[in-house]
């Protein structure tokens, strides 16, 4: 059978618009063209940008300013020992009652614990005695026994202090009692509570721990090596871990006379205001101390690129050319910038904000997965 001819012209028609419609260079825009690597006169490695690709960077120069030099170590919150005090049984006993707990806060002369202890009773009864003895004495014998009596009134009444007893409440005993009280020899806070009611107690027991924390001490350790840097005076700056956003600031005051074998550090001692209780006794501190001036390399944080072997920066050596340089750097400053040691210089430009995307293209034209 013949085909029409109409039919084979539909026929050859369709063919060519089909083939049209799957034209690879119709349909597919052409691929940007990628970043490539070249080398300078020295072999280095650059990475040569599409052109106005670099238009897409900002670049800071590295500059050489001065900056304060610090040493940076650790330290902890103390308390300071002239503001704390500890509350020791002077008698065999028993405890009576507590009237505080771990952590209240007391002010000073506040009763702390009630004790029974027969001792107390034999010197209150030896007081009682000593002044009704002094009152005889005074008003009918001569000037020695009645000196004589007086003295066995103090020696009584010294007795009861001895034993942990106020001025105050010797003065109020009129009868010979086991039973008294302690208190607080200081304002504070209370840092341990060692007994309970009904305690059996001995003399040089520790019943309570109290600490002033309006103002605290921290500690630090300086190596050994580094001692000569730091002297009394210099700045301090301590920042809480618990509090990354406080500094507290003072001066060292002291200076520990010896060095710990094990470790080869010596420990300084700052005294910095607490007001509001934040700074609590062996709270961990980062603490930097000022040691003077000195001129420094310094980069933007954000223009360093961290890999497994270290940081990297990008330097532009040419319009569109760009050198990937491995760089050492110090310890990190709190403006923002780095301070670097080797790998770049004063004057040379470094990729900026986009050192991340630097880096993905660098990979790219390696063939690397970025």
């Avoid at 419609?21 to 650059?46: C, I, K, V, Y």
């Avoid at 004790?115 to 007081?127: C, I, K, V």
């Avoid at 007795?159 to 007893?165: A, T």
């Avoid at 350790?221 to 600031?249: C, I, M, N, W």
Wanted: net charge negative; with cysteine.
């Amino acid at each position: 059978m013949r085909i029409p001819a109409v039919a084979c012209a539909l026929v050859l028609l369709g063919i060519t618009v089909a083939a049209c419609s799957h034209d690879p260079s119709a349909s597919e825009p052409a691929e940007a063209e990628p970043p490539r690597l070249t080398r300078d006169g020295d072999g280095h490695e650059l990475l040569e940008l599409p052109e106005g690709k670099t238009a897409g960077f900002t670049f800071s120069t590295v500059k050489r300013v001065d900056l304060p030099r610090t040493l940076e170590t650790t330290g902890q919150v103390t308390l300071d020992d002239r503001r704390t005090a500890t509350i020791i049984s002077r008698v065999s006993g028993r405890v009576e009652d507590t009237y505080v707990s771990q952590w209240d806060t007391v002010g000073r002369r506040q009763v702390i614990v009630s004790l029974y202890s027969p001792d107390y009773m034999t010197a209150a009864a030896e007081y009682l005695q000593a002044i009704v003895t002094s009152r005889v004495s005074i008003g009918s014998g001569p000037s020695e026994q009645s000196k004589l009596a007086t003295e066995i009134v103090a020696a009584a009444r010294r007795k009861l202090e001895l034993l942990g007893i106020e001025d105050g409440d010797i003065d109020r005993i009129d009868t010979a009692k086991p039973n008294f009280v302690m208190r607080a020899p200081i304002s504070g806070t209370v840092v341990a509570k060692e007994v309970v009611k009904g305690s059996q107690v001995n003399p040089g027991d520790v019943l309570f721990s109290l600490g002033e924390a309006d103002e605290v001490w921290i500690t630090a350790d300086v190596y050994e090596s580094d001692l000569g840097r730091v002297h009394d005076g210099q700045e301090l700056e301590a920042v809480p871990l618990a509090f990354p956003d406080r500094t507290f600031k003072g001066a060292i005051q002291r200076i520990s006379p010896t060095i710990d074998p094990n470790t080869h550090t010596a420990q300084i001692r700052c005294q910095v205001r607490n007001p509001s209780r934040e700074l609590k006794p062996q709270m961990l501190m980062r603490v930097r101390i000022a040691t003077g001036a000195a001129a420094a390399l310094v980069v933007p944080q954000e223009a360093l690129v961290f890999e497994t072997d270290g940081y990297y920066a990008f330097v532009e050596v040419e319009p569109g050319k760009i050198s990937r340089r491995k760089v050492a750097i110090a310890s990190w400053n709190e403006g923002g910038y780095a301070r670097v040691l080797d790998g770049i210089s004063v004057g040379e430009r470094v990729v900026q904000g986009e050192s991340v995307q630097a880096n993905a293209l660098w990979h790219r034209a390696h063939g690397e997965s970025s």
